[in-house]
């Protein structure tokens, strides 16, 4: 079996060992296709969070928004925007057949479903979190949206994930795209892999697959149903 690396966003060496990150335990859940491992810096020893998301072959659907969310991950700065260490992508030929994996390292973190199970908080002092957590998922998406004039397409429960001092953090950038209301021709990230995002998390227009009606609207309006959904899942299903 060859083995062969090569960086998304910047190398690590000539195989996965040179990886300087130990890979742990994964987590239950993760958005989409992705895994959410525990890690370790192997210089010191300090946590972090390793995502890989792995497919058949480097033109696989999944590989190819995943390596979107790598580039928007790198350069999308925020206090409430998971901040990005690393990324390496590793092709394994075997024969006639290959398996690609892209791994993105970043500050430690734990899936936010999870985290709520861990913390069992109950009456004000859980409603008074959850107000929290979610202002500052607010203030990440008008970041995209204002600020950038980034549609980030995907926000829901698993597109969250929370710091060992409970601060919630917006990731999941895979079909993260610029906003071009004007550009009929646009074919973006969120065009291509719109079919990555869960049909609750889906405003109707989207749904439908009506372009037309998205380019005459906001750029804070796909983002805005997202979270009103993932709102809902606190204050309703979790209630």
């Known amino acids: ?5 090569k960086g998304v ?3 690590s060496g000539p195989g996965v060992k040179d990886l300087p990150y130990n890979i742990g335990e994964p987590y239950p859940s993760a958005w989409g296709s992705w895994t959410h491992h525990r890690g370790t810096s192997k210089d010191d020893g300090s946590p972090v969070s390793i995502f890989s998301l792995s497919g058949s072959s480097a ?6 928004a995943g390596r979107n969310g790598v580039k928007r991950l790198r350069t999308v700065r925020h206090p ?3 901040s990005f260490l690393h990324s390496t992508e590793v092709e394994i030929v075997d024969g006639s057949t290959s398996r690609v994996t892209i791994y993105i390292v970043t500050e430690p973190v ?6 709520i199970k861990e913390l ?3 009456g004000t002092q859980r409603d008074e979190y959850y107000a929290w957590g979610l202002h500052q998922i607010a203030k990440a998406v008008s970041f995209l949206n204002n600020d950038c004039k980034l549609v980030h397409g995907n926000v829901c429960l698993a597109s969250v994930v929370v710091t060992p001092t409970l601060d919630w953090k917006l990731h999941a950038f895979d ?8 550009n009929a021709t646009a074919t973006g990230p969120m065009l291509q892999y719109e079919w990555l995002v869960g049909s609750q998390y889906k405003p109707m227009e989207l749904v439908k697959s009506d372009w037309a009606a998205i380019r005459k609207s906001p750029p804070w309006a796909i983002d805005s149903w997202g979270l009103g959904k993932l709102i809902s899942v606190f204050y309703i299903l979790w209630k």
């Open 175 to 182: 079909v993260l795209s610029e906003f071009d209301g004007n």
């Open 59 to 64: 033109q696989d659907g999944h590989l190819a």
């Open 120 to 122: 069992g908080l109950k």
């Open 9 to 11: 966003v910047g190398g």
């Open 110 to 115: 734990m899936p936010l479903s999870e985290r």
């Open 1 to 5: 079996m060859l083995k062969f690396l």
């Open 80 to 82: 409430n925007v998971l």
